[in-house]
T-cell receptor, first 115, second 111 residues
């Protein structure tokens, strides 16, 4: 079974540019999450999809971040325009359960550097 | 919202010794507590979890304990090995499936 995949693995962009990150969850997993880890700090929740619907987007830092999951399969996270403080590793995770009491499987992450 | 605190931030032990990492959470509605291990440059991997209806769970050299009254839970690694070196994250999750992580503990096991 393929795990969670993310693309790209690394992205270096200039302040003000746009970047789109992609996540492909494990097939059949309805729940998809985005997290961000800034160097040396905790993994911070951004948002949660259940199929194509946003269940909780309380962690999104501001309106420069837009997440979509059309069709309930893969998801994209767009940052526009990027700022220096957006640098970090963006993780995607997916899970199968609906009760909230199951493990989440992480992708390898996308390391975003904004210069 | 949920707030998870994790201590210590760094931990260095000699190979063969035990390591203990502690976490506290604020939301009494949290009922699932996974632990993740992240090796350098790799993705976080679920290593063990515990649900609120049990107080302790063990898997070979790894054990987790949960005290719901005090709202804290701990990861115990016995007979540590160099390959246990990594960053460990605790997390707490409520029934709406949103997980909040601790800040991580960088464990170094010296051979």
């Amino acid at each position: 079974e393929a795990g969670v995949t993310q693309f790209p693995s690394h992205s270096v962009i200039e302040k003000g540019q746009t970047v789109t990150l992609r996540c492909d969850p494990i097939s059949g997993h309805d729940n998809l999450y985005w997290y961000r880890r800034v160097m040396g700090k905790e993994i911070k929740f951004l948002l949660h999809f259940v199929k194509e619907s946003k269940q909780d987007e309380s962690g999104m830092p501001n309106n420069r971040f837009l997440a979509e999951r059309t069709g309930g399969t893969y998801s994209t996270l767009k940052v526009q325009p990027a700022e220096l403080e957006d640098s970090g590793v963006y993780f995607c995770a997916s899970s199968q359960g609906t009760s909230g009491r199951t493990g989440q499987y992480f992708g390898p992450g996308t390391r975003l550097t904004v210069t | 919202g949920e707030n998870v605190e994790q201590h210590p931030s760094t931990l260095s032990v000699q190979e063969g010794d035990s390591a203990v990492i502690k976490c506290t959470y604020s939301d009494s509605a949290s009922n699932y507590f996974p632990w993740y291990k992240q090796e350098l440059g790799k993705r976080p991997q679920l290593i063990i979890d515990i649900r609120s209806n049990v107080g302790e769970k063990k898997d070979q050299r790894i054990a987790v304990t949960l005290n719901k009254t005090a709202k804290h839970f701990s990861l115990h690694i016995t007979e540590t090995q160099p390959e246990d070196s990594a960053v460990y994250f605790c997390a707490a999750i409520r029934t709406n499936n949103d997980m909040r992580f601790g800040a991580g503990t960088r464990l170094t096991v010296k051979p």
